[in-house]
Structures are given as structure tokens and as C-alpha cells.
């Protein structure tokens, strides 16, 4: 029997602390350990918050990590340098992507994203701009959708 203990940590930063440390305590692992093992694992994330998943066997009270992706909107903040989006999106812009940084980060969500194909994970991202105030390329993100629809950027989505 295992259970799962599911948490948002900022990246590298973890600690014994709610809400890891009362969730764990219980189950009779190291907490320290365990706290290390995310930080090494989330290292690359600083800043950002990153859902974690510690799976610990109750019996033999071995654990694992699973890391999980950060949300798309915790990347398009962190490529363009952002604390947050805009306040009105839609009339205020607050930074501008190229069409290159999203089908990067839409790679990088590959893994989490239910979108089957890279087209479709880059149009996701593309609406989380319009939903932070992001332009791509100096155009709306819904503008760059439309011409993705239209077969345009054809290139770019190989």
C-alpha cells in the first residue's frame, strides 16, 4: 500500500513546513530527506511554483518524487521576466513573445498538456497570453491562433 501526498512547492525552496512537513509526518518518513530530494529535483524551477507528488510505501517507508510541469502561465511569466499579467488583458500589454519562446514552452508542457499535437499545445499557450496581456510577435495572441488555423507558421510548428 502507498500513499500520495500532492503539494505546490516553489522550485529549490521547499521545507518541513506546512504543507509538506503535517502531510508526511504521519507516514513515518524522513522529512528532511525528503525535502532535500525536492529541492534537488526542482532546482530548475526557481521561482516558480511546481506541483510535486511524494509517493511513500507504507510498509518499507521508502518514498519517490514525481515532479510535475509548472503552469503555462508560471513560464510565459518566467521567459519574459514578469511577476505577473496584465490587470485589463485584452486593452494592456505586458510583454511580447516571440512565436519561437511559445513553441518552447509548449514543449516543455508537452508532458502535462492534453493536447495531442504540437499545434494544439502551441495554441494553448498562445491562450494563456491573451489571458496575461501577452502579445507574440507584436500581434494579438488570437491573431497568431487564427493564422495557425489558416496554415500559416507551418515551419515553425516542425
Known amino acids: 500500500m502507498e500513499s500520495r501526498v500532492k503539494v505546490m512547492v516553489e522550485g529549490g525552496k521547499a521545507n518541513p513546513g506546512p ?3 503535517p502531510a508526511l509526518g504521519p507516514l513515518g518518513v524522513n522529512v528532511a530527506q525528503v525535502v532535500a530530494k525536492i529541492n ?3 532546482s530548475s524551477f526557481a521561482g516558480m511554483k511546481v506541483p ?3 509517493v511513500v510505501k507504507k510498509k518499507t517507508k521508502e518514498f519517490s518524487i514525481e515532479v510535475g510541469s509548472p503552469p503555462t502561465a508560471a513560464l510565459i511569466k ?3 521576466g514578469l511577476e505577473k499579467g496584465a ?3 485584452g486593452s494592456e500589454v505586458v510583454g511580447n513573445l516571440s512565436l519561437a519562446q511559445v513553441v518552447k514552452i509548449a514543449k516543455l508542457k508537452s508532458g502535462t498538456s492534453l493536447a495531442k499535437t504540437l499545434r ?4 494553448e499557450v498562445l491562450g494563456t497570453c491573451v489571458s496575461l496581456g501577452v502579445t507574440v510577435d507584436g500581434k494579438s495572441a488570437k491573431e497568431v491562433q487564427r493564422e495557425i488555423d489558416e496554415g500559416k507558421h507551418e515551419e515553425e510548428l516542425k
Do not use: F, I, M, R
Open 78 to 80: 518566467k521567459e519574459l
Open 40 to 42: 534537488e529535483a526542482t
Open 52 to 54: 510535486v507528488t511524494v
Open 19 to 21: 504543507p509538506l512537513g
Open 120 to 123: 494544439s499545445a502551441v495554441k
Open 87 to 89: 490587470k485589463t488583458p
